[in-house]
């Protein structure tokens, strides 16, 4: 995923350093280069649009999980107040299920705020 933000430099083609050439033959002898000002010589850069887009729906998804064990949650009162106890077990587990993948969004979101 870390790829999808990550761009190359286009004003370097990756490389971090410029070379220029200011004679008229362009002889390689008296080539010189310099690091590169857009990517300070790492040859890719953040793309922040791109991050921010991703940070959102990662936001997004956490506002879903909450949802999803506010509502499993629901379900284990009503099914312990009818004596399905068979059935909330079954929605416990499902309940645990959703509270490791809320810790994974959540730390997800965290390595994503990182990289800003």
């Given at each position: 995923?870390?790829?999808?933000?990550?761009?190359?430099?286009?004003?370097?083609?990756?490389?971090?350093?410029?070379?220029?050439?200011?004679?008229?033959?362009?002889?390689?002898?008296?080539?010189?280069?310099?690091?590169?000002?857009?990517?300070?010589?790492?040859?890719?850069?953040?793309?922040?649009?791109?991050?921010?887009f991703i940070i959102d729906?990662?936001?997004?998804?956490?506002?879903?999980?909450?949802?999803?064990?506010?509502?499993?949650?629901?379900?284990?009162?009503?099914?312990?107040?009818?004596?399905?106890?068979?059935?909330?077990?079954?929605?416990?587990?499902?309940?645990?299920?959703q509270a490791r993948a809320?810790?994974?969004?959540?730390?997800?979101?965290?390595?994503?705020?990182?990289?800003?």
């Open positions: 995923m870390k790829k999808q933000f990550i761009k190359e430099c286009s004003h370097c083609s990756g490389t971090g350093s410029i070379v220029e050439n200011n004679t008229c033959d362009q002889d390689p002898r008296f080539d010189y280069s310099y690091e590169c000002n857009q990517c300070e010589g790492e040859g890719t850069y953040i793309d922040e649009d791109e991050l921010e729906d990662v936001k997004d998804m956490i506002e879903g999980m909450i949802t999803r064990i506010r509502i499993t949650s629901d379900s284990i009162k009503d099914c312990t107040r009818g004596m399905l106890f068979e059935l909330a077990n079954k929605y416990r587990n499902k309940l645990d299920t809320l810790g994974r969004l959540e730390m997800y979101y965290a390595n994503l705020k990182s990289f800003l």
